[in-house]
């Protein structure tokens, strides 16, 4: 049949011919149990392709290879029908799978819609790998492409990318040789009931030191230097990470020794305290970079006196003034010595008939005035500095208050007195200055009192450090020698001050302040009490003197 086939009708067109053997070819493969049966036979194995489509027999597209008899270029099949969670910060990898037909032809892959979270990348051979470092889901359509029949298939996908940690620890406190370290690292999972488990991914902590899974930096090392290292915290649940670079300081243990005839050294506080000695006091570091934190009080001046024999009831006391007080920090950078001097309270007035002028405190305090003429008082002495030295550079003063000035009596006899001694803050900030530091003015009030009373004859207190010293103030009642003037700080050359306190004009003392007030110790810095003119000032000395200053130095 097909021999006569072959040889065509008398008078047939090649056309026709040509349509009689695609009829014959499609007859055949439909008699055929499968696609890929040898029709090779039929056309003696031509290798001719027959256009199938149109019986359903192969996909859209698809063509017959009439030499090997298979079936061929029809589009890939993509087999991977969705893709795995990625976790932010977490390696990622997955394989897209596709079948070609026939197996065998190369497919490459491409991302056609859509993109993949940043981090993330398709290779063509169908591999998705990377770090995300974003969260949240992504769609994106991805392309299948059969290189040898140039025929494609897409899917599309949804990639969820979960979120990372949050890490809050951003600094490690300072570690010593030789001593326990220790600190906690802090991050939050998201969702934050995940959990998180930590690990050192990069650098390398000092030999001694570990982190746990938990986040607890401890142990103890013989190191000491700056270790820089990265930490890692990874959700329990998602796999996602988030890294914080931190770096460890391990300094070496401070060994320092503090000298004086009044100085009491606490190895395990760390601190060191100074009371008044007279003389110079020493700090001397022989290993390791202290930061020293320092808090001070300035001496206070002597209380004036009043003379004479004035019975009214406008009679005031003339107290010293009070010394400063300051807070601060001072990173002394390596091994070295400091000087220590703790300014001396100003001497009260002496006597009422003595006319001795009372001395002012160690380290600088101003003398008082002296008496004018019996029966008048002296007034009182400023108080000296508080500071502290390295070498022959001032890092502080804390200034002490100036002495009360005298009170004048009573008659035709009477004598203008003398202003309070300045209290002492160091010559160097002179400069600073306004009218401050010397002695307080003389002034004068009249006034009626009591019959018995005609005149009163003020001098005004000492000046108190730089910042002024306060004036004699008259009132209705009578006159008053004024009161010790207020003092000041000063804090340079590498020293941070970090909060100071001045008293006002004429206080009796100070008053502890802020993180300072722990220390506060001995009345520091309090002035002395004025004399009245019923009183005796060699009996009252004691306490018309003022209190010298005192300092209490922590190192780490």
């Known amino acids: 049949m097909f021999g006569r086939s072959r040889k065509g009708r008398k008078g047939a067109t090649g056309m026709e011919f040509g349509i009689m053997v695609g009829l014959v070819a499609v007859v055949a493969v439909a008699a055929t149990a499968t696609v890929g049966g040898k029709v090779r036979e039929i056309f003696g194995g031509t290798g001719n392709a027959v256009d199938l489509s149109m019986n359903g027999m192969l996909p859209p597209g698809g063509s017959l290879n009439l030499a090997s008899g298979v079936a061929t270029s029809a589009p890939p099949v993509i087999n991977t029908t969705s893709l795995t969670a990625a976790a932010q910060g977490g390696s990622y990898s997955m394989q897209l799978s596709a079948?070609?037909?026939?197996?065998?032809?190369?497919?490459?892959?491409?991302?056609?819609?859509?993109?993949?979270?940043?981090?993330?990348?398709?290779?063509?051979?169908?591999?998705?790998?990377?770090?995300?470092?974003?969260?949240?889901?992504?769609?994106?359509?991805?392309?299948?492409?059969?290189?040898?029949?140039?025929?494609?298939?897409?899917?599309?996908?949804?990639?969820?990318?979960?979120?990372?940690?949050?890490?809050?620890?951003?600094?490690?406190?300072?570690?010593?040789?030789?001593?326990?370290?220790?600190?906690?690292?802090?991050?939050?999972?998201?969702?934050?009931g995940d959990?998180?488990?930590?690990?050192?991914?990069?650098?390398?902590?000092?030999?001694?030191?570990?982190?746990?899974?938990?986040?607890?930096?401890?142990?103890?090392?013989?190191?000491y230097g700056t270790f820089p290292?990265?930490?890692?915290?990874?959700?329990?649940?998602?796999?996602?990470?988030?890294?914080q670079a931190l770096s460890l300081v391990v300094a070496?243990?401070?060994?320092?020794?503090?000298?004086?005839?009044?100085?009491?050294?606490?190895?395990?506080?760390?601190?060191?305290?100074?009371?008044?000695?007279?003389?110079?006091?020493?700090?001397?570091?022989?290993?390791?970079a202290p930061t020293f934190t320092i808090k001070a009080w300035g001496a206070g001046g002597g209380g004036g006196g009043t003379g004479?024999?004035?019975?009214?009831?406008?009679?005031?006391?003339?107290?010293?003034g009070g010394g400063g007080q300051l807070v601060a920090t001072y990173a002394m950078g390596g091994t070295g010595s400091l000087t220590v001097k703790i300014g001396g309270g100003g001497q009260g007035s002496m006597s009422e008939s003595g006319f001795t002028p009372a001395q002012g405190g160690w380290n600088g305090g101003g003398t008082g005035g002296s008496d004018g003429g019996s029966p008048h008082a002296s007034s009182g002495a400023g108080g000296g500095s508080t500071e502290i030295w390295n070498g022959a550079t001032r890092l502080l003063a804390v200034g002490a208050g100036g002495g009360g000035g005298s009170q004048g009596g009573t008659g035709s006899g009477s004598q203008p007195d003398e202003g309070g001694g300045a209290g002492n803050a160091g010559t160097t900030y002179a400069s600073s200055t306004t009218g401050s530091g010397a002695a307080g003015n003389q002034v004068t009030y009249a006034g009626q009192n009591s019959s018995n009373v005609t005149s009163y004859w003020n001098a005004g207190g000492g000046g108190g450090g730089w910042l002024g010293g306060g004036a004699g103030s008259p009132n209705a009642s009578g006159g008053q020698g004024?009161?010790?003037?207020?003092?000041?700080?000063?804090?340079?050359?590498?020293?941070?001050?970090?909060?100071?306190?001045?008293?006002?004009?004429?206080?009796?003392?100070?008053?502890?302040?802020?993180?300072?007030?722990?220390?506060?110790?001995?009345?520091?810095?309090?002035?002395?009490?004025?004399?009245?003119?019923?009183?005796?000032?060699?009996?009252?000395?004691?306490?018309?003197?003022?209190?010298?200053?005192?300092?209490?130095?922590?190192?780490?």
């Not at 009044?262 to 003389?279: H, L, M, W």
């Not at 004479?308 to 010293?320: D, K, Y």
């Open 99 to 192: 079948t070609a037909t026939p197996a065998g032809d190369p497919i490459a892959w491409s991302v056609s819609g859509g993109a993949l979270p940043a981090g993330l990348t398709m290779s063509s051979g169908g591999a998705i790998t990377g770090i995300p470092t974003v969260s949240g889901t992504f769609p994106v359509t991805v392309t299948a492409m059969d290189t040898v029949a140039a025929m494609s298939a897409a899917q599309a996908y949804s990639l969820s990318v979960g979120a990372a940690p949050t890490i809050t620890t951003t600094s490690i406190a300072q570690c010593y040789q030789s001593s326990a370290c220790s600190a906690t690292l802090a991050g939050t999972s998201s969702p934050a």
């Open 195 to 223: 959990g998180v488990t930590w690990s050192v991914t990069s650098g390398t902590l000092p030999s001694g030191l570990s982190v746990s899974g938990a986040g607890a930096l401890s142990g103890t090392t013989a190191s």
């Open 229 to 243: 290292f990265t930490v890692t915290a990874t959700d329990n649940v998602t796999g996602a990470k988030a890294s």
């Open 252 to 288: 070496q243990p401070t060994v320092l020794t503090c000298s004086g005839s009044a100085v009491t050294q606490d190895n395990v506080a760390r601190k060191c305290t100074f009371g008044f000695s007279g003389a110079n006091q020493t700090i001397s570091v022989t290993q390791g």
């Open 308 to 320: 004479g024999t004035a019975t009214g009831t406008g009679i005031a006391l003339s107290h010293g």
């Open 482 to 556: 004024g009161g010790g003037g207020t003092s000041g700080v000063v804090a340079g050359n590498g020293v941070t001050l970090v909060e100071s306190n001045y008293p006002s004009s004429s206080s009796l003392m100070t008053v502890p302040m802020g993180s300072a007030g722990s220390d506060y110790a001995n009345s520091a810095g309090q002035g002395g009490r004025g004399c009245s003119y019923s009183c005796s000032s060699s009996t009252n000395a004691a306490a018309m003197m003022g209190n010298p200053g005192y300092m209490v130095v922590y190192w780490q």
